[in-house]
């Protein structure tokens, strides 16, 4: 299977500690976003690389959140001092870079923070 | 300040009947307009997408409509499966940026 993988697929930690998700985008995708999800709401856009350059970040990153796409392959998403509004389903997604942005997603990281 | 709304959280519609999905958008900027549908614990998948120099296209069961004059799109299921019931999420895009907007998502179930 040549899908976007996500690990893990569930992390619950306490408040306070930090946590990093991983995704592997589709191999030949030159784009991969972060995007969050929270119950009854839609996908919210965190920020998205083209390669290893992050081009964009939403000011729902704060400053406690980091992302990496070390060499254009695979990402992580850090977050640091989890607080229990970090709460929610992180969704991965890859892209070629043309017109009309259509996303393939993973199965998301499931996060509860205690 | 939600740019893509989908104000019906939930629907209910017959097997084999239509099921007519609704979203609208604000911004009149976006030019390329997706659905996604999704499962519990999976993420989102493609459905369908139009561009704005349309104003229809099929795909089997699924037809998307989109009314630019009107900041409006819709989603046709004909006919409705049970395997359809999820959660089916309108998204846009335009060319002065480079991620999907979404909305908040309409749940459809399809009953026997």
């Known amino acids: 299977d040549t899908g976007v993988s996500q690990d893990p697929r569930h992390k619950i930690t306490k408040r306070g500690q930090n946590v990093t998700f991983r995704c592997d985008p589709i191999s030949e995708h030159n784009r991969l976003y972060w995007y969050r999800q929270t119950l009854g709401q839609g996908p919210e856009f965190l920020t998205y690389?083209?390669?290893?350059?992050?081009?964009?970040k939403s000011r729902l990153l704060s400053d406690r959140f980091s992302a990496e796409r070390p060499k254009g392959s695979f990402s992580t998403l850090e977050i640091q001092r989890t607080e229990q509004g970090d709460s929610a389903m992180y969704l991965c997604a890859s892209s070629l870079s043309q017109g009309g942005e259509k996303l393939f997603f993973g199965s998301g990281t499931q996060l509860s923070v205690l | 300040d939600q740019q893509v709304k989908q104000n019906s959280p939930s629907l209910s519609v017959q097997e084999g009947r239509i099921s007519i999905l609704n979203c609208d958008y604000t911004n009149s900027m976006f030019d390329y307009f997706l659905w996604y549908k999704k499962y519990p614990a999976e993420g989102p998948t493609f459905l369908i997408s139009i561009s704005s120099i349309k104003d229809k296209n099929e795909d089997g069961r699924f037809t998307v409509f989109l009314n630019k004059s009107a900041k409006h799109l819709s989603l046709h299921i004909v006919p409705s499966q049970p395997g359809d019931s999820a959660v089916y999420f309108c998204a846009a895009s335009g060319s002065y940026t480079d991620k999907l907007i979404f909305g908040t998502g309409t749940r459809l179930q399809v009953f026997p």
């Open positions: 690389f083209q390669n290893e350059a992050q081009l964009e």
